[in-house]
């Protein structure tokens, strides 16, 4: 599934080749992926300019010349592209915007969970969605003020996208090994010190990704995500064992929390008390 660093990563392709460009054409292939009417949409983009992108969480935004935006939301398998004649259009691509200067822009989602609609306004939709800020605005004591009071665990709260909108599992997992936080951790019993330790290892881990393109492979040896691709990679059958990056004689532990498979590190995040 598309993250914050996957979207923010279509964004900058999208501010490279999209800008300052205007739609002369809307070319619907699949109007599954469509939140808006289709001739709305069409209708409402013909002719616009768009002027610049911005992103919020896991949503990315065109804005148009009269001060609408067109969200795309990517769903599992999202992505986008650019071509300029029929015969080199990605697969799977679902509706293209047919630039005045010849390019294409491809909405590509194989299984069209993703979605494109238009809204009146950044904070329009993110009112209509309830997000939270974007993951890597949130300051450190916006977070303990959204949280710090909260008695459910750490993980769970984190990925809901009211409180902040662009973590997804592996970011969570991945910002709580680096900030040593065991996932079941009570929200309320976090310090401040465990609120900043958080807050920088959320800017780390969405930076590099970011940094990297979401190539997960090239990633710093010492980020969890490793361990985690190894583990989904193994054979089927056989007795995984996988190893922390810190401590190499300390397993890797793989539990569920809040229905979602989860990493952590016994050692480098031990488990809260029983009493919590």
Known sequence: ??????????????????????????????????????DTLRRALTGRTITHTSRLGKNCFLHLDDGRVLVLHFGMTGDVGAYRDEQDAPRFTRVALHLTS????????????????????????????KLGPDALDITAAELQQALG????????LLLDQRITAGLGNWIVDEVLFQACIHPERRAHTLSTADFAALHDAIQLVLTTAI??????????????????????????????????????????????????????????????????
């Open 149 to 156: 009071s909260r008695k459910p665990m750490i993980k769970p």
């Open 1 to 38: 599934m598309p993250e914050l660093p996957e979207v923010e990563t279509y964004r900058r392709f999208l501010d490279d080749l999209a800008v300052t460009q205007t739609i002369a054409v809307v070319e619907v292939k699949d109007s599954k992926v469509l939140a808006t009417a289709e």
């Open 211 to 276: 940094q990297h393109e979401a190539t997960y492979r090239y990633f710093p040896a010492s980020f969890l995500i490793h361990a985690r691709e190894w583990d989904t990679s193994a054979t089927p059958g056989t007795n995984n064992h996988i190893f922390c990056p810190r401590h190499p004689k300390t397993e890797i532990a793989k539990s569920y929390v809040g229905g979602r498979a989860t990493y952590y590190c016994p050692r480098c995040q031990p488990a809260p008390p029983a009493s919590e």
């Open 102 to 129: 010849g390019l294409r822009i491809a909405f590509v989602d194989p299984r069209k969970f993703g979605r494109i609609r238009l809204a009146e306004g950044i904070e329009q939709y993110q009112k209509a969605k």
